[in-house]
């Protein structure tokens, strides 16, 4: 029978699809891990990966395996954690993933509140596009997400944390920069500068345009908040920004300006995601808790949505 550790070789070959990433991913040399392959092949009697000079490819057995494999790999990991959580809530190390437009400015917030009431608690943090982080929580490789809602996966279950307004930013300089409240009817005729496809937030600000009859531009495209940024304080457009981001990043610049939305301002709403079923779902839970109190606390920009009553 395979051992886990070949199996999580196997794993990270199949996710890597190169022996030397692979090696990097768990921590071994690359003969190291070339040799456990060859040997768990030798014991099933088929083979798993087809090498060459220029790729590795999985063959469809050792796509089946792998998959078995990671599926073995995350009921381990769960029975790790069911022995650990019976010690003491929020004691050890919850892998966490966000994406680009929230990590950075929601995470500070919160953190501090954590590590004060739970010392012992380890957050291994990884940003990442909203396809790659949810495939990576449904494979175990993650145990949380902090993520734009909804998410309507099967497996995943979600608790609403926030309803985030969004703003428009503008040069210093630009005509709306002087309105204290932006009415919709004014962004008619100005190109909306947005972040890549592949972003939560490019299809947020895409809806908007479209609702509101704005030009949203195809040819120049952020790859992060901070670009865009940029873009807009020379003058290339203006921009659609989440909330937190602008109290961080933009109210303090001289380049650039934020104004509310006029009336009901569109939003976007942000949770915590983790796997059905999991036997941490009470810690993250009380997280979900401590999280939304911290809010309440920090980011009166903000609407708190989830469980405030615990201190």
């Not at 699809?17 to 071994?28: D, G, I, K, W």
Request: net charge neutral; with cysteine; charged share 25%.
């Amino acid at each position: 029978m395979p051992s886990l550790q070949q199996l999580r070789y196997l794993v990270a070959v199949a996710d890597q699809l190169h022996f030397r990433r692979a090696a990097e991913a768990c921590n071994v040399t690359q003969p190291t891990l070339s040799t456990q392959i060859k040997e768990l092949e030798l014991r099933l009697g088929t083979s798993l990966v087809e090498r060459s000079r220029s790729k590795v490819v999985m063959t469809p057995t050792g796509k089946e395996i792998a998959e078995r494999g990671r599926r073995i790999l995350r009921e381990v990991a769960e029975i790790q954690s069911i022995a650990k959580s019976r010690q003491s809530l929020l004691s050890t190390v919850i892998r966490i993933g966000v994406v680009q437009t929230v990590g950075s400015y929601f995470l500070p917030l919160v953190i501090p509140d954590l590590h004060q009431k739970y010392p012992r608690l380890g957050l291994y943090i990884r940003e990442g596009l909203p396809d790659v982080l949810l495939s990576n929580l449904e494979d175990g490789m993650l145990d949380l997400l902090f993520f734009p809602l909804p998410v309507t996966r099967a497996e995943l279950e979600t608790v609403s944390l926030f309803r985030e307004p969004i703003q428009v930013v503008v040069p210093a300089d630009h005509r709306l920069a002087a309105e204290p409240e932006i009415d919709p009817v004014m962004l008619r005729g100005e190109t909306i500068l947005s972040l890549e496809p592949g972003h939560r937030l490019y299809e947020l600000v895409r809806t908007i345009s479209d609702d509101y009859g704005v030009e949203l531009s195809h040819d120049y495209e952020g790859t992060s908040l901070d670009t865009l940024r940029q873009m807009v304080a020379t003058g290339m457009g203006v921009s659609l920004m989440p909330a937190l981001y602008v109290k961080s990043e933009v109210a303090h610049q001289d380049l650039v300006v934020a104004r509310p939305f006029r009336g009901t301002a569109p939003s976007r709403t942000i949770g915590m995601v983790w796997r059905k079923g999991t036997s941490r779902e009470n810690e993250y839970r009380l997280m979900a808790n401590m999280v939304c109190q911290s809010l309440t606390d920090r980011a009166p920009e903000i609407t708190v949505l989830g469980d405030v009553s615990v201190r």
